[in-house]
Antibody, heavy 121, light 107 residues
Framework: EVQLVESGGGLVKPGGSLRLSCVAS????????MNWVRQAPGRGLEWVSS????????YSADSVKGRFTISRDNAKNSLYLQMNSLRAEDTAFYYC??????????????WGQGTLVTVSS | DIQMTQSPSTLSASIGDRVTISCRAS??????LAWYQQKPGKAPKLLIY???TLESGVPSRFSGSASGTEYTLTISSLQPDDFATYYC?????????FGQGTKVEIK
């Protein structure tokens, strides 16, 4: 059974930093692309960032480019999102999401339960 | 960036109704489109990928189709478990844009 468990969310002040983690199990982590998707409370889904299986390619939404960095450690079956210069509008549930493919653009077939990030003074 | 325009934003329907939700891409996405279902307080769940391929385990009352840049999710006979919010997503480009969502409510 595929499981994606996020951690690292919490309350942070504007301008602060936070690192989200996601531990994966139930599939061969090193062969699939991984993603972060966020959802502000009561709002729609927003793609945040993606990384290919080999970490060769990383992509980010314009709204977080230069502030957020996606990375992975295939030896630890783990995905990360380093979030710097946080703003109030970054407040959201952050979902760790598995891609169907390893290197190609693809759909998202498994989702974690999410971790809440709140940016407020 | 590719924009995805989803309609309607809210839909009221009864059990047994045939329901259709549309998603229009701002440019060609070559059928690289997925549909997700999300219930309150839960993570989204994949229903359909590549515009019309049903994800394993998803009931056959769900189907997807495409015509040009217009994509449609159809629920052939609405069931109580189907009241939820539905999102389309394109993955033709690195920026995996979502539609704004369609909430299916009980009429």
């Amino acid at each position: 059974e595929v499981q994606l468990v996020e951690s690292g969310g919490g309350l942070v002040k504007p301008g602060g930093s936070l690192r989200l983690s996601c531990v994966a199990s139930g599939f061969t982590f090193s062969t699939y692309s991984m993603n972060w998707v966020r959802q502000a409370p009561g709002r729609g889904l927003e793609w945040v960032s993606s990384i290919t299986a080999s970490s060769s390619y990383k992509y980010s939404a314009d709204s977080v480019k230069g502030r957020f960095t996606i990375s992975r450690d295939n030896a630890k079956n783990s995905l990360y999102l380093q979030m710097n210069s946080l703003r109030a509008e970054d407040t959201a549930f952050y979902y760790c999401v598995k891609g169907r493919d390893g290197e190609q653009f693809c759909d998202f077939d498994y989702w974690g339960q999410g971790t809440l990030v709140t940016v407020s003074s | 960036d590719i924009q995805m325009t989803q309609s309607p934003s809210t839909l009221s329907a009864s059990i047994g109704d045939r329901v259709t939700i549309s998603c229009r891409a701002s440019q060609s996405i070559s059928r690289w489109l997925a549909w997700y279902q999300q219930k309150p307080g839960k993570a989204p769940k994949l229903l359909i990928y590549d515009a019309s391929t049903l994800e394993s385990g998803v009931p056959s009352r769900f189907s997807g189709s495409a015509s040009g840049t217009e994509y449609t999710l159809t629920i052939s006979s609405l069931q109580p478990d189907d009241f939820a919010t539905y999102y389309c997503q394109q993955y033709n480009s690195y920026s995996r844009t979502f539609g704004q969502g369609t909430k299916v409510e009980i009429k």
